[in-house]
């Protein structure tokens, strides 16, 4: 079950020699796909009130450092999720691994992270780029390098220049026959898709957060508690951050003031105008203005809850095709009645492409 550090493959009635043979040989580790048992066995294995029971510990574990990351502050946070894309990578690549062609293809695995390496670089040093030329952002504890890669088209470059060795180096691989070519092709273009997902959607993540924890935290705890805690989440996040005074979380509501390793750095700012009182005359006659006052934030919040709630679950939809057609319950099993971070996180890159956009679009 998911206690259990280790778990051998297991034969399956109309599984075919080759994937017997494959079974015996291999162990299935608990960052490996969890193939061999179907979702009901596994459930009947564990027990409604046990898996209940792992689920919630195990979850709640994972909220807690989430919650501490975010106490952390801005630059922590960041490497939160530069952490989060490698794993649910990580996982990613997993599916679909033919040992026998794996062993034919040396080093073709390492070419795969080396495409996460350079979609990794492009995106976060364009990140950095455009923090570094801020003026309101103190980088001056940026590596004398690192400060220099950072200078205006310098960093465009290298991102170039990497792409063009990973590139050439794809093509360089390619082993025959046309079995081989097949799955090199397949693994290549599933490993695309991987990084369309991880950075394509969450590209504008970190930019987003510097602007204030708030765009991060909040999106993350709608996303996680939608089907279960949708009206909690209105009262326990919402409420609080809107009716304590805001004195209390600028660490959280204000832009980040430089790029600091100080754990939860002392910020402090004039809130930003939504997180103000509408005044009453913006609001409907009808509206209790001065028992239920308004801010702005609260209406932004609503809008990525209600994208959340209707669009969001298409991303979990997308990560179940990829499971069904690979014949596997969960991406890993790294979290206990949870799966892998894949699992847990891939509705959260759908409405984090949805924030980045809708602060865009409106200039917050």
């Not at 162990?27 to 294995?45: F, H, I, W, Y």
């Not at 510097?210 to 009206?231: C, E, H, Q, R």
């Not at 709630?309 to 319950?329: C, M, N, Q």
Request: charged letters at 15%.
């Amino acid at each position: 079950g998911a206690f259990k550090g280790t778990m051998t493959a297991t034969r399956r009635v109309n599984a075919s020699p080759k994937e017997i043979s494959v079974a015996e040989e291999n162990v299935v580790l608990t960052d490996a796909p969890t193939k061999g048992r179907s979702a009901a066995e596994v459930n009947e294995a564990e027990g409604k009130v046990l898996k209940i029971l792992v689920r919630t510990v195990s979850g709640g574990l994972f909220v807690l450092f989430f919650n501490f990351v975010i106490y952390a502050g801005h630059l922590y946070t960041a490497l939160f999720i530069a952490l989060l894309q490698w794993g649910c990578f990580r996982e990613m690549i997993r599916v679909g691994l033919d040992p026998a062609f794996e062993k034919k293809l040396p080093g073709f695995l390492a070419l795969q992270w080396a495409w996460f390496a350079c979609a990794a670089f492009g995106v976060y040093s364009s990140w950095l780029e455009a923090l570094h030329a801020d003026p309101a952002t103190d980088t001056s504890r940026l590596p004398v390098f690192v400060a220099w890669l950072l200078t205006p088209g310098y960093s465009g470059l290298a991102c170039l220049a990497l792409f063009s060795v990973v590139f050439v180096a794809s093509v360089l691989v390619l082993r025959p026959p046309q079995a081989c070519y097949l799955y090199q092709m397949r693994r290549l273009s599933f490993s695309m898709v991987a990084l369309m997902m991880i950075f394509g959607q969450m590209r504008g993540t970190p930019a987003a957060l510097y602007k204030g924890l708030i765009w991060y935290f909040v999106p993350s705890s709608i996303v996680a508690t939608n089907d279960i805690m949708a009206y909690f989440t209105g009262v326990a996040v919402g409420r609080r951050f809107v009716d304590k005074p805001l004195a209390g979380f600028k660490w959280m509501t204000c832009p980040a003031e430089a790029l600091t390793w100080q754990v939860h750095a002392k910020i402090d700012c004039e809130p930003h105008a939504m997180f103000r009182h509408l005044p009453a005359a913006s609001l409907p006659s009808w509206w209790p203005a001065d028992e239920v006052p308004v801010r702005p934030v609260q209406l932004h919040m609503m809008a990525v809850a209600v994208f959340a709630s209707t669009v969001g679950p298409f991303g979990g939809f997308l990560a179940s095709a990829i499971k069904r057609a690979y014949d596997i319950k969960d991406f890993a099993a790294f979290l206990p009645g949870h799966g892998g971070l894949m699992d847990r996180n891939d509705c959260q890159m759908l409405t984090a492409l949805f924030v980045v956009v809708y602060m865009g679009a409106l200039g917050l």
